[in-house]
């Protein structure tokens, strides 16, 4: 049966899948035509040492003790180095917070502190293992890989991290009544009108060499399983997401049960209902990007475990990096001069070393005085935006995202302040579980920040509520705590703003300065390509110790 007015080509085959799939289906498709060359992926150790005695006879400050200070001081004391761990707070961990049960923060700008406090439910104590919620970082990408494979050098378990569960809801104020969709409808019936639109087309382009009438036929075939099409006489269409001839994909208001109860479909979103939501333009498909691509991971615990591994990572015999670490600390200058760098810190007192790691974010080591930074790289450092970024936490009286709405896992998104609420990928069927209630970045933090505890907690209790109905009496919600990274002190926000991307000249200059007087090595996620994620600082730190120790065995 013909469909098409003209044979469909190699081109227009591509350029159908590249408007459907994206580039990587397009790059698929070039290569399955032997269209591109084929490269290696090659694995290296991503957490080798540095060589053993390059840094015998050298000391090194180390200012931070985040992920990027503790990999580096490992580093350089196993490779011979003396070195001290200077922590402007009480605490290790950087970014990286994970709170318990009596765990507290202070915001710059508050005269008292938050404290974490969760409730007995059921047979799950406070103090129980699975009450935490991950204040910091929350999850690893399966390509992280210096991340994953220091996690197996540490000895840090880790368990899925379930970025969507496909009964994950939507809910946008100006769209549906401001009632909330699953992710599964308003995707099935996307992919369903868009795979009709595909279906439809009849000229897709000029073509080098057309598609064999075998191969349009398999196209087509696969438009039908993919988009859940069926033949209206000779065209394809969507017909919705209550086909009778084919299993139901978007779900069901009323499921199926005994052999007498059949259930009753979701009503298909039309094309315009779906575009009318928004998610298309971001949240839809946030799976898509590579970072969020499953399969992703989480420490058992809390994303702290990871920090807490380094902590006892032996570097001397009896010696481990914790011991390397002075708490309180905070740096005030640094100043070169012909035999190294001296340190100067809050209480007045001065470190003297042969290098410097600083991995201050890049507008707080802008600030830092003395002689160490000459103008042109302090404007630049200072140029680097640095996100806000908010998270709010509540304790669950019950599970009742499970038992309401069967999501296990996931985000739920919304168009609100709150933006998102994450769910617990553990413990399914557990009494409790801890809410992300509510993860905001950008300009949507800048405005959450500006709230008093209290309106914050307001407004993930009313961002909540639109998601799940009676959400503020299914919460603990006097137990719920909000937490402003731009407020936190020694802290300047988030993360850098994808600086390669978004600030290309700025990211440009300062990765190609070198290290400032060949005594002070910058470190830090804002300093590479994965700004935000924990890799970022990794890589960072490999860098500046490998620099560190190439410079010591050069007679640095």
């Known amino acids: 049966m013909a469909l098409r007015s003209r044979p469909l080509t190699r081109r227009g085959f591509i350029r159908g899948l590249a408007s459907l799939g994206g580039a990587g289906a397009a790059y698929s498709a070039l290569a399955a035509f032997d269209l591109m060359g084929r490269g290696a992926l090659a694995a290296g150790n991503t957490t080798a040492p540095l060589p053993s005695g390059s840094l015998q006879g050298k000391s090194v400050i180390v200012i931070g003790a985040g992920i990027a200070g503790l990999c580096s001081a490992m580093r350089l004391a196993r490779a011979g180095g003396e070195v001290t761990i200077l922590e402007a707070t009480d605490r290790p961990g950087g970014r990286s917070l994970t709170l318990r049960n009596g765990d507290s923060f202070r915001e710059w700008d508050w005269n008292s502190d938050t404290t974490m406090v969760f409730e007995q439910v059921g047979d799950v104590p406070p103090d129980d293992p699975d009450n935490y919620l991950n204040a910091g970082p929350g999850r690893i990408p399966q390509h992280h890989t210096r991340v994953l494979d220091y996690c197996r050098e540490l000895g840090v378990a880790l368990q899925p991290y379930l970025y969507m569960d496909k009964a994950n809801l939507m809910q946008n104020d100006h769209w549906n009544g401001g009632r909330p969709v699953q992710v599964r409808r308003l995707k099935n019936d996307l992919r369903g009108a868009l795979a009709e639109m595909l279906a439809k087309v009849a000229d897709q382009g000029a073509l080098d060499m057309p598609l064999s009438a075998g191969d349009t036929e398999a196209f087509l075939q696969m438009l039908t399983h993919f988009g859940q099409l069926t033949y209206d006489g000779a065209q394809l269409v969507y017909a919705g997401a209550e086909l009778k001839s084919d299993y139901v994909r978007a779900g069901y208001s009323v499921d199926p049960g005994d052999v007498r109860t059949p259930g009753r479909p979701w009503p298909t979103l039309s094309l315009d209902e779906v575009m009318a939501s928004d998610f298309w333009n971001s949240e839809m498909f946030n799976d898509l990007e590579y970072f969020w691509q499953t399969s992703l991971m989480q420490p058992v ?127 399914f069927n557990s009494p409790t579980g801890v809410l992300t209630g509510a993860y905001n970045r950008g300009e949507d933090a800048a405005e959450f920040q500006a709230l008093t505890r209290d309106e914050r907690i307001e407004a993930a209790l009313a961002g909540g509520e639109k998601l799940h109905p009676g959400y503020r009496d299914k919460v603990f919600a006097g137990n719920g705590v909000s937490i402003a990274w731009a407020k936190i002190p020694y802290q300047a926000g988030g993360w850098a703003n994808e600086t390669a991307f978004s600030q290309p000249d700025v990211f440009a200059r300062m990765a190609a300065a070198d290290a400032i007087g060949n005594r002070v090595f910058m470190a830090g996620d804002w300093f590479s390509y994965w700004p935000g994620w924990q890799v970022g600082a990794l890589d960072s730190a490999h860098l500046a110790t490998d620099q560190i120790a190439r410079r010591a065995v050069s007679g640095g």
Not at 322 to 332: C, F, K, Y
Not at 402 to 418: A, C, L, N, Q, V
């Open 301 to 427: 615990d809390g994303m702290d475990m990871i920090w807490k591994g380094f902590l006892e990572a032996e570097v001397a015999e009896g010696q481990t990096v914790g011991d390397l670490i002075v708490l309180e600390q905070p740096v005030q200058a640094i100043d070169l001069n012909d035999s190294g760098a001296t340190v100067r810190t809050g209480d007045g007192m001065s470190h003297s070393a042969d290098f410097v790691v600083a991995t201050l974010s890049a507008p707080l080591l802008a600030r830092l005085g003395g002689n160490f930074m000459d103008g042109v790289t302090r404007q630049i450092l200072s140029e680097v935006y640095i996100t806000p970024a908010c998270k709010v936490g509540f304790q669950g009286r019950s599970r009742f995202w499970e038992e309401e709405d069967r999501i296990y896992g996931g985000i739920s998104w919304t168009k609100g302040p709150i933006s998102q609420i994450w769910y617990p990928n553990y413990s």
